[in-house]
């Protein structure tokens, strides 16, 4: 319904169509019940969907300072970090940064390491909060770019919202 395919065509592409549905529903979750992944998938189909996912993935690569800790959270890695400590002193921010952000030489990564390594030396030279006692400008700055993407999700979120009643569950 949406493409002008050639008579000649059209049986092919749907049959790579249907494949493609059938391999996507057969790789599904078992934790998703049927009629909610069938949602998803028409959730996924959503042109405003599509646009905002291209746009998170785009905004993803830009990263330059990306944490390596996986599914781990930053409580965990603090908590591991002091009870290495001989005191089990908390560790302080740029230990916990420094951490975060070491790499496995063995892994293939994605996106550059060269920013990453400037803000590594940088915390070894200094403390993470400023004299004052403020953030750190690198701290601030994150804060900044979360704030961003927040005020940027939101608005995308609230127009896909308001776009919702056009899609219908078949």
């Not at 002008?4 to 790789?27: N, T």
């Not at 002193?89 to 996106?111: D, H, L, W």
């Not at 770019?145 to 608005?155: V, W």
């Not at 127009?159 to 919702?164: I, N, T």
């Amino acid at each position: 319904e949406r493409y002008i395919v050639a008579e000649e065509g059209r049986k092919c592409i749907l049959e790579i169509v249907g494949a493609r549905w059938h391999e996507r529903w057969e790789k599904r979750p078992q934790t998703i019940p049927d009629a909610q992944f069938k949602d998803l998938l028409d959730y996924w189909d959503f042109e405003l969907v599509k646009e905002l996912s291209n746009k998170n993935k785009s905004n993803r690569l830009k990263a330059d300072d990306m944490h390596t800790l996986g599914p781990n959270s930053y409580a965990l890695l603090r908590h591991e970090l002091q009870q290495e400590d001989p005191n089990k002193e908390p560790p302080s921010q740029a230990k916990v940064y420094i951490k975060s952000r070491t790499r496995n030489p063995k892994r293939k990564y994605k996106t550059s390491y060269q920013q990453t390594k400037q803000n590594m030396l940088s915390r070894n030279a200094s403390t993470a909060k400023s004299s004052v006692g403020g953030p750190s400008s690198v701290a601030a700055d994150s804060l900044h770019q979360i704030g961003s993407s927040l005020a940027s999700y939101t608005s995308a979120e609230l127009e896909l919202r308001s776009q919702e009643g056009i899609r219908k569950h078949n």
